[in-house]
């Protein structure tokens, strides 16, 4: 009896198996590689990162113009130059908003608000200007002061040496404000030293007075004068 049944050739089932579409597996996904600038300054902001991300205040006020200084690139170290003379800015709202600057963690806003607090302090009139803002100014720099950020910390001490030597002891009846944070930053060792010479900074340049209200927060504090 013949067979109906055709055996295929075993080169043509293979060719057909070969043949024969297969489910495409998607391909991993690659990672962007560091840039090398990347870990020279790892913090500067990154200008084609998260779009979904809202600026921070002084981010959204700085891009617009509403700081009038820019950071200049130097070959040895960097400086800010200001579109107008700082003498003739008002100091307010440009101070607090350089104060509130001090808790950012991204470059150029780090310099800018740092330099600019430290320059805009340095015109010839500025404590008539800042005296009369300490009741807004102080809770912006106590809020860099509590910061977790140990840079954010440091650049709110600076500053607040910084604007007691310039309103002297008109800072006296809000230095309780701030001493709650210096006091838990005491304990740190790699603070230490340099919150007692920023307390003794502030000794120096408030009086007598400034002594008592240290003490109310710190006991273990030792007077200059002592």
Same mark, same amino acid.
């Given at each position: ?22 489910? #495409?597996?998607?391909?991993?996904? /690659? =990672?962007?590689?560091? %840039? ?6 790892? =913090? ?6 998260? #779009? ?16 009038? #200084? ?6 040895? =170290? ?21 104060? +509130?600057?001090?808790? +950012? ?18 015109? +010839? ?19 860099? !002061? ?35 944070? !210096? ?9 230490? +030293?340099? &919150? ?16 008592? &209200?240290? %003490? !109310? =927060? /710190?006991?273990?504090? #030792?007077?200059?004068?002592?």
């Amino acid at each position: 009896m013949s067979s109906s049944i055709r055996i295929k050739p075993k080169a043509a089932i293979q060719k057909r198996k070969t043949s024969s579409p297969l489910a #495409c597996s998607p391909e991993p996904a /690659i =990672k962007p590689q560091p %840039k090398p600038s990347d870990k020279l300054n790892p =913090k500067t902001i990154d200008p084609f990162g998260d #779009c979904s991300r809202a600026p921070s205040a002084f981010a959204a006020i700085y891009a617009k113009g509403g700081v009038p #200084c820019r950071l200049m690139h130097g070959a040895v =170290k960097h400086r800010l130059q200001w579109e107008c003379l700082p003498e003739t800015v008002p100091f307010d709202p440009l101070l607090i908003t350089l104060a +509130e600057g001090l808790r +950012e963690t991204k470059h150029p806003y780090t310099f800018v608000s740092k330099e600019g607090f430290k320059e805009l302090l340095m015109v +010839e009139d500025a404590a008539e200007k800042a005296v009369p803002l300490l009741p807004r100014l102080v809770p912006v720099l106590k809020a860099s !002061l509590a910061h977790s950020d140990d840079e954010v910390f440091e650049r709110g001490l600076d500053a607040l040496v910084q604007l007691s030597a310039v309103v002297g002891c008109s800072l006296n009846d809000h230095l309780k404000l701030l001493l709650t944070n !210096l006091s838990r930053r005491l304990m740190d060792k790699k603070f230490k +030293e340099k &919150i007692t010479v920023a307390l003794q900074k502030l000794e120096q340049y408030g009086g007598k007075a400034t002594v008592a &209200i240290i %003490k !109310l =927060k /710190i006991p273990t504090y #030792c007077s200059i004068s002592s």
